[in-house]
């Protein structure tokens, strides 16, 4: 099998594919995976699902995260469970909806009063009504997980993997079954995936024009420096609400409008506490291509105010910033498809446009790939 494609859906379906006994060859057109695999939170998010087959695709690849974290350390699988803190009573009704749902309890949900949430993540010191606690949400470090998960795969066995990664290999040439890259070397094979991520010219430009219903999002993220207090759990704002399609409740349509900064960047705020004690933050949405260029001062002022707030201390000195681009099925097709997968030739199929589930969802699409 080729796989083309570094990132975290790329380098799932290597996993996959050698579970089943594939030998495997990964190319990559950089030295290392640049994009949305690694500028993101590292969140196994379940808890915002759309109940139905997207909530059932986030279980089983949580299930498969959890058993990756055990077979590869190096992961830095935490099952740390989440925080949604409620600042208003309409934020608060919404969450008590949500924890009312039928599927609740696969979710792992309970709304909590302002001292349970402190009692289950001491740092939160702000102010606050109130909590949906998510056992089941997780964290890995997304900056370790390419790198620890190509590692296992060289590893594994005895003698040889059955594993190749080529980085440095862009891929010029698709054929039935083969590709070739740059150098002029063709890679034959039983079967082809392609997984461009948010690169939607070059090869893969042809077939997602010609198949169209994928967009790519921009979004803004940073990182603090360590933190000396444990952050025990995942955290999410009010404002995350509007964005997760779990919480597509009556009680959504009570919530005020954003204002302001969060209006203008559709801000939402998550936070995880990285394994070194850092806080990563974010994030924005912008959809209208061409993207900017330039980072929104605004849009960082706005987190770290939310942060503050909520953590009641001041943030330690920001240390990077950055922005990324992700691909994602359109809206008016989400409702048939949570990604997008397609035989774009004789033995090459196309996998790409997750969205903002990719980090989460990425085993299990691999999976399904093979079914």
Not at 43 to 59: F, H, I, N, Y
Not at 139 to 164: D, F, H, K, N, W
Not at 249 to 272: K, S
Not at 310 to 334: D, H, K, T
């Amino acid at each position: 099998m080729v796989i083309v494609g570094g990132g975290v859906l790329g380098t799932m379906h290597a996993v996959a594919a050698r579970r089943r006994g594939f030998e495997v060859v990964q190319l990559e057109r950089e030295p290392e995976a640049r994009g949305a695999s690694v500028r993101n939170f590292g969140l196994v998010w379940v808890s915002g699902r759309k109940a139905g087959p997207e909530l059932s695709l986030a279980l089983r690849a949580r299930e498969l995260w959890s058993g990756l974290g055990a077979q590869v350390p190096g992961l830095g699988f935490r099952a740390a469970g989440s925080l949604t803190l409620a600042t208003s009573d309409a934020e608060l009704s919404l969450l008590k909806e949500a924890a009312a749902l039928p599927d609740a309890d696969r979710r792992g949900f309970e709304v909590l009063d302002a001292a349970a949430v402190r009692a289950v993540n001491p740092a939160l010191r702000g102010d606050f009504a109130g909590g949906l606690h998510c056992r089941l949400d997780a964290i890995v470090e997304p900056r370790l997980v390419l790198p620890a998960l190509r590692g296992y795969l060289a590893t594994r066995g005895e003698g040889q993997s059955g594993y190749e990664w080529h980085p440095g290999r862009e891929v010029t040439e698709i054929a039935p079954n083969a590709v070739r890259d740059h150098t002029g070397t063709w890679h034959q094979c039983d079967l082809v995936i392609l997984c461009p991520g948010a690169a939607h010219t070059g090869i893969a430009g042809r077939y997602l024009a010609r198949s169209g219903g994928v967009r790519r999002v921009r979004l803004q993220m940073m990182q603090t420096a360590p933190l000396d207090t444990r952050v025990t759990t995942a955290l999410a704002d009010g404002d995350s609400l509007r964005y997760y399609p779990a919480f597509d409740l009556p009680g959504r349509d009570r919530l005020p409008p954003q204002q302001g900064a969060a209006a203008r960047t559709r801000a939402q705020l998550l936070l995880v506490q990285r394994a070194g004690g850092g806080l990563t933050i974010g994030d924005t949405h912008e959809y209208d291509e061409p993207f900017t260029f330039d980072l929104d001062e605004d849009a960082y002022d706005q987190l770290r105010g939310r942060a503050e707030a909520l953590l009641g201390v001041p943030l330690p000195r920001i240390q990077r910033r950055w922005a990324g681009v992700y691909s994602e099925v359109e809206p008016a097709r989400a409702g048939r498809a949570l990604y997008h997968r397609a035989e774009v030739e004789p033995g090459v199929v196309l996998v790409t446009g997750p969205g903002g589930r990719g980090m989460t969802c990425s085993p299990a699409i691999a999976e399904e790939t093979f079914s």
